[in-house]
């Protein structure tokens, strides 16, 4: 089946110590996003790339990057986790030109700071 | 600034009691209504998409409705199954990409 897988599931981290999470597709959808998801609270767009174009908003910390070596493959770096920045990562794709393409999610990376 | 509001912010029903959760939200011009069904420790599901006033649509048990400043998700007889976070999010006119989510409703079915 098509669909969108991150890894890990689960990631455990020391406080500074850097980390990358992945995500992958086999939709072959252009667009590809990076949400930051607290408990009970809504997901928060971090950034997307429409192709390889990168999009950052405008308030998501420096801390964090992402990459998309090519149209399967997109990873979220945090170069200094802290301790608030424990929360589920969830990678999502759609497909840019069909008017309202609902995206499609991953199940999540869980992250912990320690 | 694009807002998007939930309530209940959780909800128990017993197995049939049919109830519904409410969406309201301010946008400048919407271009679509999403909802999205979360089960714990997982992505969010895809369930609808609304894109003007009158519009409805059904899957299963659930019946989404739109009007110019909310939406609601009716759950028709509930079962266990359908406990989960549903989560509503718009996408405004002129953004092609982003969508702003509400934090979701937690709906709990007991047996």
């Known amino acids: 089946d098509a669909m969108v897988i991150q890894n890990p599931r689960y990631q455990v981290t020391q406080f500074g110590k850097p980390v990358t999470l992945s995500c992958s597709q086999t939709l072959n959808h252009n667009v590809m996003y990076w949400y930051q998801q607290k408990s009970s609270q809504a997901p928060k767009l971090l950034f997307h790339?429409?192709?390889?174009?990168?999009?950052n908003e405008a308030d998501t910390p420096d801390n964090f990057q992402s990459r998309r070596p090519n149209t399967s493959f997109c990873f979220l770096d945090i170069r200094s986790p802290g301790l608030g920045d424990a929360a589920m990562y969830l990678c999502?794709?759609?497909?840019?030109?069909?008017?309202?393409?609902?995206?499609?999610f991953g199940n999540g990376t869980r992250l912990t700071v320690t | 600034e694009d807002q998007v509001t939930q309530s209940p912010e959780a909800l128990r029903l017993q197995e049939g009691e049919s109830s519904s959760l409410n969406c309201s939200y301010t946008v400048s011009g919407l271009r679509g209504l999403f909802w999205y069904r979360q089960d714990p420790g997982k992505g969010p599901e895809f369930l609808f998409t609304l894109y003007s006033a009158g519009e409805e649509k059904e899957k299963e048990r659930l019946k989404a409705t739109l009007t110019k400043k909310e939406s609601f998700l009716h759950i028709t007889a509930p079962k266990p199954e359908d406990s989960a976070t549903y989560l509503c999010a718009v996408q405004p006119s002129g953004s092609a990409r982003q969508l702003t989510f509400g934090s979701g409703t937690q709906l709990t079915v007991l047996p």
């Open positions: 999502a794709t759609s497909r840019s030109g069909q008017g309202n393409s609902p995206l499609h």
């Open positions: 790339y429409y192709d390889k174009d990168f999009n």
